[in-house]
């Protein structure tokens, strides 16, 4: 018969068969029908079939059949404690998983970042440990032993030991007691920290009742019949289960060494209830850098403990887990670890299944283009890189190859319902219903955009519901506060009854997750305005009459008004967007992307959070109630090592473990920044593969600054935010950096015409030296220059532009170029500006060509000259550093800095790199 199903369903996948010999003596077969149609013929006579359609409407079903097909019966508990949402898709792996555990076959995992390999490697690590062969579920003993035990003094008589502890037991219509404080049976749900809690709060109860004869000859009072039975139920379960990790508190037991008070034998149930287990599941994170020494330890130490466990416990198994392995160079040592199942010439021990996971080895045709031939890429450098920094597996191991394919749309949209199912915080079924809608609508946005080295993951789901939840939160937090603040709540927002910060949270989170990645230009597809405007369609047919761009823009306002801004600060539509994703993410621990053209404030808003961000000395209100952050700065180059920023987040994590001093309610938190991001290419990109541990398990928030994407497993990783139109900022930014946002006269309004015009149409000259040569950066510097020598603070503020101003500034901010361009550049920029003025009376005279030819000598002076004035903030300095490139190979325009006494040798130092 099984035959004859099996070569009938054979070219259906994905399809697997559960046996039971629990429900059915004769053995009974549930099939798992995975597949997308309907099956071929219907089921024999006694098999019972669960399809796709069966499956969504009851998950409890995919549970109970996995379950069976793993042997777990608390399968369902494992899961919900993990928050892991269980789709048929992955409830298929975990079967395909399990088989080749079963018959200790090594298998290797291919498939994109963000699909859940590793969290499903997680979860079934946690299976294998569940297996009471091997490890109990301590929660569930202790129950039953506080309840059988302590609470009864005979529990087959059913005789209490003291009156008052019937309060603690439920009679059943036969008679039966059973627990009432806890969980009843070992599959029901419950939390185990409230278990945990609930357990001791039970044990200090019994000790601190008074005592009544019971013809116990064991003890004199409640304590000491408790201490007694503790002691030994502890030592008894540490013998038995020898995968426990007997702490020193734990191992006084084995020597039978009794609490003689209360605190000690709290202490000591409390151990209990917390002990860790000798791990069944290993995880080898790869790297460019990994070598074959720390292979070799590494390896060496998990065949020794599992060898060592194996002594006790003849029939466990352990599971390594390779992760990222196709990026090493010892992929050798990896083929006769996983081919031949042995290691630097030796067997390896039967029971260990190795698994790894690796990145397919795509390539993009250049880097970060979108469907439109458009690129996030603002370094003004041609690059044809790999999508993934990976290298080919051998030969042999392909075999061992897993397709580990992402959710297809429906599978992902089931996904989504089963995480808002789980969540508590989306109060409304209507509530999670449209945040369902919407996150599917945004995650086929982001596909269908196409954007290279970007993909839409469950990643970017999971940090979609998370920035809501922040949002919809009361007055008193963070998101609440900012809600409040910028939204006017009434009726005609809403359609039916809702918590008042719905659309608002769902706004930001779909605007944060997907809006802020897409491009900013019109003439793009996919462009941020069009998924407004489908937001707009969206909000509107489910009622809520909020505009999306404008609740987006109240929001970042308002978190804008509530920052400490140094004087001389625009405000831009990148720098509140900047600030608004800096400051949220950094308190949700979220890592963070920016990606943009130099000046485009990326680190500006990071020092501008950083500075207001203090915790409860911070100045406004808002900020009082966010973390208070600990800066660490690493800069990365194109010679940044692993080593180095591995570094960096480990003085950050030691760092915020010494200022949280343990208490988990502290407010104190480290921030990583990695300025420069894009820098580290080729083969050194594979220095930021040590990012990916630190991204995807945050114990410290992360913000990455880069002129340029990063390749997909990190962009998966962090949410983005993409500055690429940094242009419709120009007239705010100039009204910001020479008024200082204010009012502004006609003429005034005139000349920053013309200066915004002339820096669009800069970079047309710079082709004989470098394409896109002149940046954001420089515009902003030209700016801060001519405010410093054009504002006259007589009877209110005045604007004098001056030609000699007008033209230096040029020469400190817009040089560096052949010596024609650079003149065609400084007519340009005097044309326009005298095109805006429209009339010849207030017009700048044109400089003649010996004026604008200067020389270099005398640039370097005057900027050597410029100088921070006391209580100033260089963050807002007219002025900068000089580049000095020397074409010659001797040095000699470091001799000619001294021969001309701009430096003086005593007092300088030179650092040749």
């Not at 898709?89 to 200790?104: I, M, W």
């Not at 007997?246 to 191992?251: C, I, K, S």
């Not at 890189?385 to 990976?390: I, M, P, S």
Request: charged share 20%; proline share 4%; net charge negative.
């Amino acid at each position: 018969m099984l035959r004859k199903l099996l070569a009938n369903y054979r070219g259906l996948p994905p399809l697997f068969s559960v046996l039971s010999a629990e429900t059915d003596p004769d053995i009974s077969i549930s099939i798992l029908n995975f597949a997308q149609d309907e099956m071929a013929f219907p089921p024999p006579k006694g098999f019972s079939t669960i399809g796709l359609d069966q499956i969504f409407a009851d998950a409890s079903k995919l549970r109970s059949s996995l379950a069976l097909g793993l042997g777990i019966p608390n399968l369902n508990n494992i899961v919900k404690q993990q928050g892991y949402v269980l789709t048929p898709d992955f409830a298929h792996k975990l079967l395909v998983l399990h088989e080749y555990f079963q018959v200790s076959q090594n298998v290797i995992l291919s498939g994109d970042t963000g699909i859940g390999k590793t969290e499903l490697l997680n979860l079934y690590a946690l299976i294998i440990n569940s297996n009471s062969k091997f490890i109990p579920d301590v929660i569930y003993m202790s129950l039953r032993f506080v309840f059988e035990e302590l609470i009864f003094s005979d529990f087959k008589a059913k005789t209490f030991r003291h009156a008052d502890f019937q309060k603690f037991a439920d009679r059943t219509p036969q008679g039966e007691f059973t627990v009432n404080f806890a969980p009843r049976s070992k599959d029901q749900d419950e939390d185990p920290n409230r278990s945990s809690s609930v357990i001791l709060q039970v044990l200090e109860t019994i000790c601190n009742t008074a005592p009544v004869p019971t013809g116990d000859a064991i003890a004199h009072n409640f304590f000491d019949v408790v201490a007694f039975k503790l002691t030994s139920f502890v030592k008894k379960t540490l013998l038995e289960y020898t995968l426990m990790k007997r702490t020193p508190a734990l191992e006084k037991s084995i020597q039978d060494q009794i609490p003689v008070n209360l605190e000690q034998l709290l202490d000591l149930m409390t151990e209990f209830l917390n002990v860790r287990f000798h791990s069944l599941f290993h995880k080898i994170l790869m790297h460019q850098r990994y070598t074959a020494a720390e292979s070799r330890t590494r390896v060496d130490e998990i065949v020794k403990t599992t060898e060592k466990m194996t002594k006790s416990l003849p029939t466990v198994k352990t599971l390594v887990f390779v992760d990222e392995s196709n990026v090493t160079s010892i992929m050798g040592m990896l083929n006769e670890i996983f081919v031949d199942h042995a290691f630097c010439g030796n067997p390896l021990p039967k029971n260990i299944l190795w698994v790894a996971a690796i990145n397919p080895t795509t390539l993009n045709e250049e880097v970060a283009k979108t469907d439109n031939g458009q690129q996030f890429d603002f370094t003004g450098v041609e690059n044809v890189e790999a999508e993934y920094a990976v290298r080919p597996i051998p030969g042999p191991m392909t075999n061992l190859l897993f397709d580990y394919e992402s959710l297809k749309p429906k599978e992902e949209e089931y996904f989504i319902k089963v995480l808002l199912d789980q969540n508590d915080q989306v109060k409304l079924d209507t509530m999670k219903k449209e945040l369902h809608q919407f996150i599917v609508m945004g995650q086929k946005w982001v596909r269908d955009a196409g954007i290279g080295r970007m993909s839409a993951s469950i990643r970017d789901i999971m940090r979609t519901v998370q920035v809501y939840e922040y949002f919809c939160q009361d007055y008193s937090t963070p998101g609440g506060f900012l809600v409040k603040k910028a939204t006017e709540f009434s009726q005609s927002f809403f359609g039916g009854e809702h918590h008042s910060a719905h659309w608002p949270a769902l706004i930001i989170s779909m605007g944060m997750n997907y809006y802020f990645r897409l491009d900013s230009r019109d003439k793009s597809q996919f462009s941020r305005n069009e998924f407004a405007e489908e937001m707009d369609s969206q909000l509107i047919r489910h009622g809520c009459n909020m505009p999306f761009k404008l609740t987006l823009q109240k929001m970042m306002k308002t978190l804008y008004d509530e920052t400490v801004i140094p004087v001389g600060i625009a405000c831009t539509q990148a720098l509140m967007e900047n600030l608004f994703c800096t400051v949220i993410c950094t308190d949700l621990n979220i890592p963070l992307i920016v990606v943009g053209p130099a000046g485009c404030s990326k680190t500006l808003s990071f020092s501008i959070a950083i500075e207001n961000m203090k915790g409860k000395q911070s100045n406004a209100e808002f900020y009082r109630m966010l973390h208070h952050l600990s800066p660490f700065r690493y800069q990365c180059s194109e010679q940044s090592t692993d080593t180095e920023i591995e570094a960096t987040y480990q003085a950050a994590i030691d760092r915020q473990t010494i200022l949280q001093g343990g208490s988990l309610n502290s407010t104190y938190r480290s921030v990583v920044l990695l300025d420069e991001g894009g820098l580290p290419r080729g083969n050194r990109n594979d220095s930021l593969k040590v990012l990916h541990y630190h991204l995807d398990h945050p114990k410290v928030p992360s913000v990455i600054l880069s002129n340029r994407l990063l390749d997909r497993p990190k962009t998966n990783r962090a949410m983005q935010l993409i500055q690429s139109n940094v242009n419709n900022d120009l007239v705010a930014l100039a009204t910001g950096c020479l008024f200082g946002g204010g009012e502004i006269k006609m003429r005034e309004r005139q000349i920053i015409t013309g200066l915004c015009k002339s820096f669009q149409e800069c970079n047309q000259f710079c082709t004989n030296t470098c394409k896109e040569l002149f940046h954001l950066r420089d515009f902003v510097y030209l700016l801060r220059y001519l405010h410093q020598k054009c504002v006259v603070n007589t009877l209110g503020q005045t604007f004098l532009l001056s030609s000699e101003a007008l033209l230096r500034g040029l020469q400190r901010n817009f040089n560096g170029i052949e010596e024609q361009d650079f003149k065609k550049l400084v007519l340009m920029f005097f044309n326009n500006i005298n095109k805006a003025l429209q009339s010849e009376d207030v017009s700048l005279p044109i400089p003649n060509d010996k004026d604008i030819t200067c020389s270099s000598i005398e640039l370097i002076k005057e900027s050597l000259q410029d100088k921070v004035e006391p209580g100033g903030n260089p963050n807002t300095a007219s002025f900068r550093y000089v580049m000095v490139i020397d074409p010659t190979e001797t040095g000699a325009t470091t001799s000619l800095l001294f021969d001309t006494q701009i430096c003086d040798r005593a007092n300088t130092d030179i650092v040749w790199v």
